[in-house]
């Protein structure tokens, strides 16, 4: 309790000393506060692609399956959930893998990658990642896995991706609910990814309850299969999370203009 209320403290005297920086203005992690965001500060506004983001945006593409394709500014690119079959048209600085999963991981990286971040440690011990590539800082928050009628512990992780003012969590294959001490690791969570499965990550229900514990500002939904599964887990989600449409499969995010409380449906499953 100390500890999380001196991170409080803490992230209440760098926003009153004006301290920049989007890890520590969106990102860093404090309590759990379900009362955090204020609707009025947000305006809801188109979603377009761009060739380029712009100071302050981040270019966010659906590549399939849990894979997206996150873009920086200064041109730092990270791919999420990178298996080694979804991939960009050019090889990433950074690729993150959330789970020890055949369809959610490789040993084969392309050349080029500078920062390979496994969501569980080989050796069976706690993964510990905190990267910064120019201006893309990525870190993670261990999770658990169901496994064969058990618990492989820390076998996941949560990805987190703070750029532009903007904090990015990629839930990965998560088996359960969080925690205080997970929600107090993630901190505010501006878009979320969210696996809508069902069934290999865990039911919907229980998917839209986590989605209610972190309270982001948009949810965007991956590893879904079939628009039947989609089309049930943005019912679940409509009292609370409006759904949006993207006819294409790259949109340009802005802390300023994030639409509030909408799930982005982008192309793609």
């Given at each position: 309790?100390?500890?999380r209320?001196?991170?409080t403290?803490?992230?209440?005297?760098?926003?009153?000393?004006?301290?920049?920086?989007?890890?520590l203005?969106?990102?860093?992690?404090?309590?759990?506060?379900?009362?955090r965001r204020?609707?009025?500060?947000?305006?809801?506004?188109?979603?377009?692609?761009?060739?380029?983001?712009?100071?302050?945006?981040?270019?966010?593409?659906?590549?399939?399956?849990?894979?997206?394709?996150?873009e920086?500014?200064?041109?730092?690119s990270a791919?999420?959930?990178?298996?080694?079959?979804?991939?960009?048209?050019?090889?990433?600085?950074i690729?993150?893998m959330?789970?020890?999963?055949?369809?959610?991981?490789?040993?084969?990286?392309?050349?080029?990658?500078?920062?390979?971040?496994?969501?569980?440690?080989?050796?069976?011990?706690?993964?510990?990642?905190?990267?910064?590539?120019?201006?893309?800082h990525?870190?993670?928050?261990?999770?658990?896995?169901?496994?064969?009628?058990?618990?492989?512990?820390?076998?996941?992780?949560i990805?987190v991706?703070?750029?532009?003012?903007?904090?990015?969590?990629?839930?990965?294959?998560?088996?359960h609910t969080?925690?205080?001490?997970?929600?107090?690791?993630?901190?505010?969570?501006?878009?979320?990814?969210?696996?809508?499965?069902?069934a290999?990550?865990?039911a919907?229900?229980?998917?839209?309850?986590?989605?209610?514990?972190?309270?982001?500002?948009?949810?965007?939904p991956?590893?879904y299969?079939?628009?039947?599964?989609?089309?049930?887990?943005?019912?679940?989600?409509?009292?609370?999370?409006?759904?949006?449409?993207?006819?294409?499969?790259?949109?340009?995010?802005?802390?300023?203009?994030?639409?509030?409380?909408?799930?982005?449906?982008?192309?793609?499953?």
């Open positions: 309790m100390m500890l209320a001196s991170i403290m803490l992230a209440a005297a760098a926003t009153l000393l004006g301290m920049a920086g989007a890890a203005a969106s990102c860093f992690p404090v309590a759990h506060n379900p009362d204020t609707p009025a500060l947000l305006q809801p506004v188109g979603l377009q692609a761009a060739a380029l983001p712009d100071q302050g945006e981040v270019r966010l593409s659906f590549l399939g399956h849990s894979s997206f394709l996150i920086t500014p200064e041109g730092v791919i999420t959930d990178y298996n080694g079959m979804v991939r960009a048209s050019e090889a990433p600085d690729v993150t959330n789970n020890a999963h055949s369809t959610h991981y490789t040993d084969f990286v392309e050349p080029g990658v500078k920062h390979i971040l496994r969501g569980w440690d080989p050796d069976g011990g706690m993964a510990v990642h905190d990267v910064t590539e120019r201006d893309l990525v870190r993670n928050v261990p999770t658990n896995v169901r496994e064969h009628g058990g618990a492989r512990y820390n076998g996941n992780s990805f991706f703070e750029i532009a003012d903007l904090c990015i969590a990629h839930l990965g294959h998560l088996h969080l925690t205080d001490v997970h929600l107090g690791e993630l901190g505010y969570i501006d878009v979320l990814l969210v696996p809508a499965d069902g290999f990550t865990m919907q229900e229980l998917m839209v309850e986590v989605i209610r514990q972190i309270n982001p500002t948009l949810v965007i991956m590893h299969f079939s628009s039947h599964t989609l089309g049930r887990f943005i019912g679940l989600l409509e009292d609370s999370y409006q759904p949006l449409y993207s006819d294409t499969a790259t949109v340009t995010l802005s802390s300023l203009k994030l639409p509030y409380h909408k799930v982005l449906v982008l192309p793609g499953s």
